[in-house]
Structure formats: C-alpha cells, structure tokens
C-alpha cells in the first residue's frame, strides 16, 4: 500500500491552510489527500473521498514527494488552450452585432479568416464572455415627434401633474389602442446595455 510518511507538523499545519483557505479547488483537494495519506487512509479509501481515479491519486502523491508544496499547483500553461486570442474576440464581438440572429453566419466568417472550425455553442460562450445576452427584440415608436409640439405636450402635462399635486384636479392616464401589423418580435443577441429595436407600424 502507498502512503505519505515522515510528514512534519509544519508541512501539517500548511497542508490543513491550504485545505481551508485556498481559493483553487484542485490544490485544497490535493492538499487534503496528502494529509489524509499520512493518517493511514489507503488509495481505495481516497478514490472514494475524491472525484478521481486511482492512477490520479497516484500522481498527486507523487508529485508530492517529488515537489513538495510547488506540485500542489497546476504548472503554468497546463490545461485546453483559448480558442481565440483577445484581438479574435474583439473582431466576433462586431460580427455579433452585424448578424445578431444569425451565429452560423459568425461561424463562418471564423473560418473565412482564421481557418478555424468551432461549434455554435462555442461562439454562445465567447460572446457570453463579452457581455452578450439572447433577448427579445424591441418595438418602438415610428419616427420622431415635433420638438416643439412635444415639449408642448410635456408642459402641459406637468402643469397637470402640479394641480394633481395640489388637490385641484384628479389625473387619470389613458392610453390609445392599436394593432401593430408586426405581430412577432424575434430574438437576437445583444450586447448589455444596447437593446435592438424595430420601427412599430400601426393599421390604418
């Protein structure tokens, strides 16, 4: 059987701080099963104490006894490879907000420049990342009112708002019906803070 021996009680008291404290996951799992490898737990008790294989176990005992303290830690540059590089990111952001509804078009256009092949819910992710959420698309208003008649109008009602206010008139709010000949508003990706919009086209 495979255990950690001859560990000190200051490699004890570190191991259990960085069991407790570390804010990486994977160095307070690591640093658990080194302790509990020095207090007699065997490889098939640790297996099923960690969502690891044996051979997994093995190498972090290992690397224990190789590294010490260092081999808690993921080397530099271990693990999958970004994607895109930050300059890629910034160019599928502008694509995004070219084809909002319309991923595969990105897609395309990733390999037209960059040769690579990624999977629509590869381009969700980035996107994600660059602060793009999937929401319904807006109405609004055809066109823009007349300045002057509008703050006309704004007066007005603030005048109302005032003698509401004092007691000399009792405001109600009413709002004119209408049929909007663009029934269906589509989803599409859009960048927080930034809504898309649709001209609304009322009945005659």
């Known amino acids: ?11 004890q008291r570190l191991l259990r701080r960085l069991h407790k404290q570390s804010r ?23 297996i099923k104490i960690f969502p ?8 972090w005992l ?3 006894e190789r590294s010490r303290f260092a081999g808690l830690y993921d080397r530099k540059g271990k693990g999958r ?27 395309a256009l ?3 420049h960059w040769g690579k092949t990624v999977s629509q819910k590869t381009i ?14 807006r109405h609004r208003p055809k066109g823009e009112p007349n300045k002057d008649i509008y703050q006309q109008k704004k007066q007005a009602l603030e005048d109302l708002r005032k003698d509401h206010q004092a007691g000399i008139i009792d405001l109600r709010y009413f709002d004119e019906s209408g049929f909007c ?6 989803y599409a990706w859009q960048e927080k803070g930034t809504t898309i919009s649709l001209p609304t086209q009322k009945s005659p």
């Open 1 to 11: 059987m495979r255990f950690i021996e001859n560990l000190t009680f200051e490699s």
């Open 24 to 46: 990486h996951h994977r160095v307070r799992m690591r640093a658990h099963c080194i302790l509990l490898s020095a207090n007699g737990h065997t490889t098939t008790e640790l």
């Open 52 to 59: 690891v294989n044996r051979l997994t176990i093995y190498n």
């Open 62 to 64: 290992d690397t224990w």
């Open 81 to 107: 490879k970004p994607a895109f590089t930050f300059k890629e990111k910034l160019q599928i952001k502008q694509w995004a907000k070219q084809f909002p509804k319309n991923l595969k078009k990105v897609g």
């Open 110 to 112: 990733i390999y037209q």
């Open 124 to 137: 969700e992710r980035v996107i994600k990342c660059l602060s793009f959420t999937w929401r319904r698309i």
């Open 181 to 186: 000949l663009t029934p269906y508003l589509p």
